[in-house]
């Protein structure tokens, strides 16, 4: 067993690890996947329900807290954890890939970055200090330094100047995070797909030092494969004895080939947005609730599924709901998605803690294999 003053690794299979990470507000079971509470609120879901799931940690976005209701506005109200009734763990992100995403509202330099707000259009700028202390102001438990990530495919070129910016970003935001206890700074790994520009990133990073590690600029369309041959050597790069986080990722197939390939915590909005467009992630893949074949059959969305969708309902009234445009349609599909997600992870880590991960993952590709089971 490895353990560092806050992460624990408890058992390994493979590269996949299993763990716990330890904070004042509570013990993140690794690996972890983290619902995206983009606006202070897991999208469909009451705070309890989120945690009924079984989820140990939250993600909270800080590129849209800033902008609403901003950072200033929650710490007068007690801070992010009693701003959204969420007594556990919360990481966030730190606005670099929001802002990216803005294109042409943006204006990189040095310093940071400068954009207008996709709300009103009013001019803000972000840079490392700042993003640390919006981080603050919200109580993050574990904050992530501000970055750069470039969409790819990009050019070597355009992949070195960004990480390089990126790791001299890296270092302003440590300097700012400043010594606070019982609060976590990850820092972030850059270089698109090259594992030596990732290798340079790890080792900057490293001689910072940081309390966790995420592996940063994928899931942003490279393809499952592409990403998969980075998260072959990328995670290996980094401290094992420090939690690696995989930003932004993402559907069931790519959390298991991610744990299998060494890393511990992962978020997507995935489950949510799926659950509020009639899509449901299930054992034996998607099942698209708002097809017509599902309007009269009497079975849940999942038979050994007890989640309250699958308890309570039958897909038949799934379907009926959601093409009626009701929302507690939006409602019990997420919490099917996100119970469905806990369950995965829970799954996993039992697996490694066994020593049956291989099996695990075989079985998992089987099911998914077979399909959804037509009504007879």
């Not at 995070?177 to 790890?202: C, K, N, T, V, W």
């Not at 309902?313 to 806990?342: C, D, P």
């Amino acid at each position: 067993m490895t353990v560092s003053s806050f992460f624990a690794l408890h058992a390994t299979d493979g590269m996949a690890r299993t763990g716990a990470i330890t904070t004042p507000r509570g013990t993140i079971r690794t690996p972890a996947f983290m619902p995206v509470g983009t606006a202070a609120t897991v999208k469909a879901m009451m705070p309890e329900s989120v945690a009924a799931t079984g989820a140990d940690i939250l993600l909270g976005n800080t590129y849209h807290l800033m902008l609403r209701p901003t950072a200033e506005r929650i710490d007068r109200l007690g801070g992010l954890h009693r701003f959204m009734n969420w007594d556990r763990p919360i990481l966030t992100d730190s606005g670099g890939f929001q802002v990216m995403s803005l294109a042409d509202l943006r204006k990189l330099t040095e310093t940071g970055v400068t954009f207008k707000s996709h709300i009103d259009g009013s001019r803000h700028e972000l840079t490392p200090e700042r993003s640390m202390e919006i981080q603050r102001l919200l109580g993050s438990d574990i904050v992530m330094c501000f970055d750069e990530c470039p969409a790819l495919p990009a050019d070597r070129d355009r992949i070195a100047e960004s990480m390089r910016l990126s790791m001299r970003w890296a270092e302003r935001s440590k300097d700012a995070f400043g010594d606070r206890p019982g609060h976590m700074l990850f820092g972030i790994q850059q270089g698109g797909l090259e594992q030596d520009f990732r290798e340079e990133s790890a080792e900057a990073l490293k001689a910072i030092g940081f309390d966790g590690y995420a592996i940063g600029g994928l899931a942003v369309g490279e393809g499952q494969d592409a990403m998969f041959g980075c998260l072959d050597f990328a995670p290996s790069q980094l401290p094992q004895d420090k939690p690696r986080y995989l930003m932004g990722v993402g559907k069931p197939d790519d959390i298991v080939g991610a744990v299998k390939r060494g890393v511990d915590m992962m978020d997507c909005v995935l489950p949510s947005r799926s659950g509020r467009t009639g899509q449901a992630w299930t054992r034996r893949g998607q099942v698209n609730i708002k097809n017509a074949r599902h309007q009269d059959d009497p079975r849940p969305l999942d038979e050994d599924c007890t989640c309250p969708a699958c308890r309570n309902y039958s897909r038949a009234y799934l379907h009926h709901v959601f093409r009626a445009q009701e929302m507690i349609s939006g409602m019990l599909l997420t919490w099917h998605n996100l119970h469905y997600y806990q369950e995965l992870m829970q799954g996993m880590r039992d697996a490694i803690a066994a020593g049956r991960f291989a099996a695990f993952e075989a079985q998992f590709h089987a099911q998914r294999a077979e399909g959804d089971i037509a009504p007879l």
